[in-house]
């Protein structure tokens, strides 16, 4: 295929300022051949490759593929030329379409027969769960075959187990009918009833005779096996240069010797099939489950040896590949995630080993709390204060707090890319009560002082500062979109320095000559709402929400996203002031000019324009269609429009002062990180820009809490956001700029809002994410002082204070390793042999008293409650919902079972039931520029109208998105969903298209999500749950499961009485669709009471002649002859009983169209009918309208002329996304 790509000016803006006023064309050649490929002992088949492609792609479809996946060492050789891992097809000579590849097998190393085995291992478990439970390798459950009852073909149709036809029961589960309490646990994870654990092998391990003795090595062993079949059989087995072999090695007696018979063969699968027959699946690969169940697996650990990855090398020269075209982003993003993603596993391994004591210290000398480790060429340091460095910032807390503000700043400065300037490969980690920071290594740091490496910043707080000509150079590239002010500060010298950064921002130049910066932790301007200043009064608006409140450090930051949003609300100020100030300069004008002569001209500042606009209209759509984060020439617009004459420029400067503008010429808002800041002190000659510094920043703290939580709280109220869960509701937050310190504000504001009824659901998610977060605060200091061997017993009673009804008194297991006869010495000693037990004096009462106490210290938030059922009771939220939340938060896996919160004689949970411990990891996530663009652009076109313009468009951007992260990826999902629908919406039906997204779309959700959003499903106080109700409503009425169905639209009418009020078009629609329904089942005098409520409603709201309003006017009228038919009828009955002459009523099933059309309008589907000359004329409209748009003129009151013409059908989404 032949890709051709418009990068638009607005849209495809590099670092590096390329001309955005010219086009750029690029055309990529990606068209696809057809290679065979002739694999050892099987028939040459065809692989579909692009050009684009490398060798090693090649290589690991092959170890994916079903009659290839147990081959690891081999090459590909193209006419007896080996070809090179690393090449791309394009590039190798002689490759063309119908060219045969051949995969010749390769002497084996101990390396590479350890990959071997490891593969196998691999391939032979892939079927077991355990690994997904566990997350092993990234590996996550995936339930899409017990979703579709059976395996699929590439068709989308179900596999059929034999001839007969199979019926399915679509019937719901008793546990997700409306009204139903139970809250059960065990369908998270579906179980597919046909599994069986696969039986080949009972052991395949390394041998206890390895390593091989130097006579054996000359002969080319390199390791040996040793296995156990279904059968008992022992075997054991040489690894060596040429393959795999039977040698005459028992448990007792080391023979090397081949056995005899002896078979020598280059894959050990094959040898394996010559003792017993085995079929073996590909195994697939994410994500850790907070439940899981008790699984025998085939157990190892492997260290494959190997040099040591320089990671910091690997990820800045990613990031320096060629980015001028597209086919160098691509390349250059691919990279960069690979490598990312490597990286954070690596240094989500590496914390985990520091924690669990597996790692060295460096300086083992020192307390455990100040210890620091390297493992694998990365830097491992706790979240504790080292040395008093955050003592008057907070100490530990503000210690912990640091690493996540630093992420934040690496995430920014590679956001903005600037060629030259490098950040540190970070990962911030949350294992088992700690929080562990890994960093890439600067090349040559760990040889020189601190004091000598830094050339640009502060090593102390500002106490000593100095700066440097490049790094101003090129953080001031980065200031315009960061929004950061380039300003002086004094050092210990009073001498003045200039920064474009917070002091803290410390700048390195490595041995490798690249310039780094580090320590970002004050990117982003201070939150003066918690952080009080003496002799500093905030804004009005901040005070009356009891602002400045104390918070326990001093690192609080406003998030980015606040920034932003902040400017674009000062921008819009000015825009508007300076419009105000022209027109009243023209009023003057025209007023002066008519006392003297009517021939007089008006002036040249401003053109004549219409009296409905004003300058700022024209302004205002050329920078409004572009970023105001991307864009470095915000004000050119402004200028143009401006200042043509001085009384012009003073309209400017006025707006910029009244803004907090840096500039007095266009608008540019930047703030000072280091306002503030304790030990930073500044020249006097810029006294009056801190003081605007300061305002600016009090400004932002106000247009938190009087803009930004109330705009959450509308977009609530108007569903436009929905919350589900605490996850959803911190995105939320989020997006807005809230920190979710806010959240105690934010729950405050809704008790108050005269609405909180309809936002009750809301209510309930922000109380159990707050009482969540809480008791995570606590559980961190809390497992820090448990023993390793005593982890399951703490957690267990540390669930069972925070959920149980059962007044918990700590269980102390009896020690495994301690003899019945010794118990009574040893009855004193710890389990575990351990000296630490305080985790056991915590009761359920203590541990409540200080959720509350957090509550308020942190939040400010008063709960009233002192256990768990009194939450229960008080605030509607359900057990194991608190459960899931603080499992995800914690790390905490548990066994899938149904636990019984409620008894009082019994604990809840014991130490059986916590399997395991895992991290919780914040990391930087890399996104595919061009293909993220590309989707924008689609959506842009879908909500436009362009159906087929945008769905070319997101598939180009699929094709993208696997480019660069491969298969699975929430992006791809995304696309995928968004095709799908698209797909139907244009009427594309054909099985394969439609099903080919949402097979993908499965497998992504069920093993990033589904093990968890099957809770979610339950929470039906939710809006959005309408759709669900609704969908599942009209699905059981078209297969004639009346009572079901009327279950679940009943439910929906009260869901969306209660959300959209009882006046709401939605809730006339479900009344008409619960009247459907009892008319399927004869019952007319209750379908005509539920139409009659729908058709009030329509009355009201759109009036008589609306078109819904005549239909169900008409439905009425069938409704009440039914009614009256079914009444004579039954006269008739009683009257004469068995003789009476009945004509028959009409009762008919709902037809599929009826149903799919109610299942399109309550999805947001609607099909709007025009004819072709009806599609002429809306075409030319929405040209006319754009050209007009383009000149700036009004096209409110335009209406499209002549009248339409009901013909054809033309889809139309009116809620794609």
């Known amino acids: 295929m032949s890709l051709l790509l418009f990068n638009h000016r607005a849209q495809w803006r590099h670092n590096g300022g390329e001309d955005s006023n010219e086009q750029e064309v690029i055309v990529i050649q990606d068209t696809g051949f057809t290679v065979k490929i002739q694999a050892p002992g099987t028939e040459p088949f065809d692989l579909q490759v692009s050009p684009q492609e490398m060798v090693q792609e090649i290589h690991q479809v092959l170890m994916d593929r079903e009659d290839t996946c147990h081959r690891t060492c081999f090459s590909l050789q193209l006419d007896s030329n080996v070809l090179d891992n690393f090449a791309e097809l394009k590039s190798i000579e002689g490759l063309q379409e119908g060219s045969l590849l051949k995969v010749v097998e390769e002497p084996y190393t101990v390396r590479e027969a350890r990959i071997h085995v490891r593969h196998i291992r691999d391939l032979l478990k892939g079927l077991d769960p355990s690994d997904a439970y566990n997350g092993v390798d990234c590996n996550s459950l995936s339930f899409l075959s017990v979703f579709t009852d059976g395996d699929l073909g590439d068709s989308g149709k179900r596999k059929k187990k034999g001839s007969e036809l199979e019926q399915i029961d679509c019937t719901p589960p008793e546990h997700i009918l409306p009204g139903s309490k139970e809250r059960p646990l065990l369908p998270l994870q579906p179980q597919n009833k046909d599994w069986k654990p696969m039986q080949c092998l009972k052991v395949l391990t390394m041998s206890g005779w390895n390593p091989p003795p130097g006579n054996r090595k000359m002969h080319g062993d390199l390791m040996y096996l040793y296995m156990v079949t279904v059968e008992e059989r022992h075997i054991s087995i040489t690894a060596s240069t040429r393959g795999f072999y039977l040698n005459q090695s028992t448990t007792y007696t080391f023979n090397p010797k081949p056995a005899n018979p002896s078979f020598l063969s280059h894959s050990l699968v094959e040898l394996l099939s010559q003792i017993r027959r085995l079929h073996l699946p590909s195994g697939l690969r994410g994500t850790h489950t907070w439940t899981g169940t008790h699984t025998s697996r085939l157990g190892y650990e492997e260290h494959i040896p190997g040099q040591t990855r320089d990671w910091n090398e690997e990820l800045q020269t990613t990031r320096e590949l060629a980015r001028k075209n597209l086919p160098d982003r691509l390349l250059r993003e691919r990279a960069i995630f690979k490598v990312h993603s490597d990286f954070a596993a690596a240094a989500t391994r590496g914390s985990m080993a520091v924690i669990d004591g597996n790692v060295m210290a460096i300086n083992p000398g020192e307390e455990t709390r100040m210890q620091m480790f390297i493992w694998n060429n990365i830097f491992f340091s706790l979240g504790f204060d080292v040395r008093d460095h955050y003592r008057e910032l907070g100490g530990d807390a503000a210690a912990h707090a640091a690493p996540t503000n630093d992420l934040n700043g690496v995430r920014a400065y590679g956001a903005v890319d600037v060629e030259g300037l490098y950040t540190l490969g970070t990962v911030v980690v949350d294992y088992r009560g700690y929080r562990v920071t890994a960093q890439s290594i600067i090349p040559g740091i760990l040889e020189r002082e601190q004091e000598q490496s830094v050339i640009y910043g502060s090593i102390d707080f500002g106490k000593t500062v100095v700066s440097h000509g490049k790094y101003l150079e090129l953080l001031e590239r980065t200031s315009r979109p960061l929004k950061v002010q380039r300003h002086n500060v004094l050092n210990e010298k009073d001498e003045s320095m200039e920064l474009c950064s917070s002091v803290e921002c410390k700048g390195i130049i490595g041995n490798d000559g690249r310039h780094y910066i580090l320590d970002l932790l004050r990117t982003f301007p201070p939150d003066l709402n918690f952080l009080p200043v003496e002799g500093e009064e905030l804004s009005p608006e901040s005070v009356r929400q009891g602002f400045p409140r104390q918070h326990r450090h001093r690192l609080a930051c406003l998030r980015q996203e606040l920034i932003e949003a902040f400017v674009e609300h000062r921008y819009l100020l000015f825009m508007k002031m300076a419009a105000l100030q022209l027109m009243q300069q023209k009023a003057n004008k025209e007023s002066k000019l008519a006392t003297l002569t009517e021939n007089s001209s008006p002036g040249a500042a401003v053109p004549a324009l219409p009296s409905t606009e004003t300058p700022d209209v024209t302004c205002y759509i050329d920078i409004h269609s572009t970023s105001l984060s991307s864009s ?382 099957p809770t979610l499903s339950r929470n039906m106080y939710t809006g959005c749950v309408y759709y669900v109700s609704g969908n599942i409503g009209l699905v059981l009425h078209g297969v004639m499961e009346y009572d079901l169905s009327l279950r679940f639209l009943e439910n929906a009418l009260a869901i969306n009485s209660k959300y959209h009020g009882p006046r709401s078009l939605k809730v006339a629609l479900s009344h008409h669709l619960v009247a459907r329904v009892y008319e399927s089942k004869a019952e007319f005098r209750s379908a005509l009471q539920q139409e009659k409520e729908g058709y009030t409603i329509y009355k009201n709201q759109v009036g008589e002649a609306h078109e819904k309003t005549k239909e169900s006017s008409e439905y009425l009228k069938y409704l009440t002859q039914q009614a009256v038919a079914l009444q004579r009828t039954m006269n008739e009955i009683y009257k004469n009983g068995s003789n009476a002459s009945i004509m028959p009523l009409k009762f008919t099933a709902p037809s599929m169209a009826s149903v799919l059309e109610q299942l399109n309008i309550i999805n947001g589907i609607i099909f709007i009918p025009l004819s072709q000359k009806d599609l002429e004329n809306l075409k030319a409209e929405v040209q006319r309208r754009q050209q007009l748009q383009e000149s700036g003129k009004s096209v409110e009151d335009l209406t499209v002329d002549g009248p339409l013409e009901l013909e054809d059908k033309i889809p139309m989404d009116v809620n794609v996304d």
Not at 792 to 804: E, K, Y
Not at 961 to 969: E, I, L, Q, S, T
């Open 632 to 1013: 470095p020439d915000l004000s050119n617009p402004t200028l143009t429009c401006f200042h043509q004459d001085p009384k012009s420029r003073e309209v400017v400067l006025n707006a910029c002062k009244a803004v907090g503008s840096i500039s007095n010429t266009s608008f540019d808002i930047r703030f000072n990180p280091d306002i503030f800041s304790p030990g930073v002190r500044f020249p006097e000659d810029s006294a009056d820009d801190i003081q605007k510094q300061k305002q600016l920043l009090k400004d932002a703290g106000a247009f938190m809490v009087s803009c930004q939580i109330p705009s959450l709280v509308k977009d609530c109220l108007d569903h436009s956001a929905l919350p589900m869960d605490g996850a959803t509701l911190t995105e939320a937050l989020h997006q807005r700029g809230i920190n979710v310190r806010y959240l105690g504000n934010v729950l405050a504001f809704v008790d108050q809002t005269p609405a909180k009824a309809q936002l009750e659901h809301f209510y309930r998610i922000g109380i159990s994410e707050l009482i969540t977060r809480c008791a995570k605060h606590i559980f961190k200091t809390y497992l820090q002082g448990v023993e390793l061997s005593a982890l399951s017993a703490s957690v267990s009673h540390f669930l069972n204070c925070f959920l149980s009804s059962f007044d918990a008194v700590a269980h102390l297991p009896a020690d495994e390793l301690v003899s019945r006869r010794k118990n009574r010495k040893r009855r004193n000693r710890v389990p575990g042999g351990g000296d630490n037990t305080a985790w056991a004096s915590l009761t359920p009462s203590e541990l409540w008293k200080n959720i509350v106490s957090e509550a308020q210290s942190y939040y400010h938030f008063t709960l009233h409650c002192e256990n768990a059922d009194q939450v229960v009771e008080k605030y509607g939220l359900q057990k194991i919902t608190l459960l899931r939340e603080i499992s995800i938060k914690a790390g905490i896996q548990i066994l899938i079972k149904e636990y019984n919160f409620d008894s009082r004689h019994k604990p809840a949970f014991t130490e059986e039931d916590i399997l395991n411990i895992f991290p919780v990891v914040k990391h930087v996530n890399p996104k595919a520029s061009d293909a993220f663009h590309f989707f924008q652009s689609g959506q842009a076109k879908v909500q436009q109208g362009y159906l087929k313009e945008g769905c070319e468009l997101i598939n180009e951007a699929l094709n993208l998105f696997n480019n660069v992260y491969g298969a699975m990826h929430v992006e791809i999902c995304a696309c995928l969903r968004l095709l799908a629908r698209l797909n139907y919406i244009m009427g594309d039906h054909h099985e394969v298209c439609c099903f080919r997204h949402y097979k993908h779309i499965l497998i992504f959700l069920s093993r990033y999500w589904a093990s968890s959003t």
